[in-house]
C-alpha cells in the first residue's frame, strides 16, 4: 500500500479549540487501519505546494491572523481548486472556514478579502455563539450522524454552495438556513469542533478512505466504532434534557 501524505496547515496560527486533536486523530486512526503515512507539519513562510499532499487540515485560527494567512495562501490558490476539484480532502474546520469565503465583513464594519474558494459570505457576529452541535451528512456516498461542539464568530451564508451537513440541532451556518458547513466534493468546511476528526471517527475513516481511493488503492479493513456511537447516543439524550431555545424536534427522531 502507498504511504499517504498528510498535512497540518499553520499550526502556530491555527490551533485554536484543541484542533490538534484531529491531525492526531488522522495519524492513529491510519495507524489502527494499517495505512502507511508521513504526517508533516507547514508553517506561515514556509513552502507550501497542495499537490504535494493526499489530506490537508486547516484548523480554527484567530481573526487577527486572516489577513496573513489570505495572503500567504493566494499565490497557491489555483492549485488548492485543483486539489479539491481531483477530490483530494481538505478539511477546513471552525471560523477559519471564513477565510475561504470571497469577502469578510467583520463585527467593525470592515470588510477583508478572503480566498474565494467557497462561494460564501461571512458576516461577523456582535456576539460569540457557542452550543453543541448535531446534524446529517452525507460523505463518500453514506449517510452519518455528527456531533461537535461550536463557536461562532462569523455568520456564514452559503449562496450557491453545497452545505456538509443538515442540522438536527444547533446554530449551524448562520441560525436559519438549516445547514452546517460546506461541502466541495471530498473536502469538508465545518463548524463542528470537538475535535471535529477525533469526535466523528467514522468521517476520519472515510477521508482516508478517500485518499487511498484517489492513489487507486481500496481500504481493506474497517474500524469497530461501537464505543464511540454509544458516546454520541448519550449525548444525544443529554441534548434532549438541556434547555435551550433553539429547536430540538428533530432529536426525538434520532
Known sequence: ????????????????????????????????LEIPCKAEIVELGEPFDPLDYDVILHSPSEESTFARVVEELTPVKDK?????????????????????????????????EGLG???????????????????LCDYNGKEFKNFGIQIQLFDLFENNEQAF?????GFGNNGTSGGEGIKLKNSIFTNSLGPFLLLNPWITQEVLRVALKNRGEVL??????ELEEKSRQAKVEFL??????????????S
Request: net charge neutral; aromatic share 10%.
Open 1 to 32: 500500500m502507498q504511504e499517504l501524505k498528510l498535512c497540518w496547515l499553520y499550526p502556530s496560527t491555527s490551533y485554536l479549540h484543541g484542533e490538534r486533536g484531529s491531525f492526531l486523530a488522522l495519524q492513529k486512526i491510519a495507524e489502527n
Open 80 to 112: 488548492l481548486i485543483k486539489f479539491i476539484d481531483e477530490g483530494r480532502p481538505l478539511i477546513v474546520v471552525g471560523n477559519t472556514i471564513n477565510l475561504y469565503s470571497k469577502h469578510l465583513l467583520n463585527n467593525e464594519g470592515k470588510l477583508l
Open 240 to 253: 434532549k434534557r438541556k434547555k435551550s431555545a433553539l429547536d430540538r424536534s428533530k432529536l426525538e427522531e
Open 117 to 135: 474558494i467557497l462561494d460564501t459570505r461571512s458576516v461577523g457576529r456582535d456576539s460569540v455563539y457557542g452550543d453543541d452541535l448535531y446534524y
Open 165 to 169: 451537513g443538515r442540522l438536527i440541532y
Open 220 to 225: 481493506e479493513n474497517e474500524l469497530d466504532f
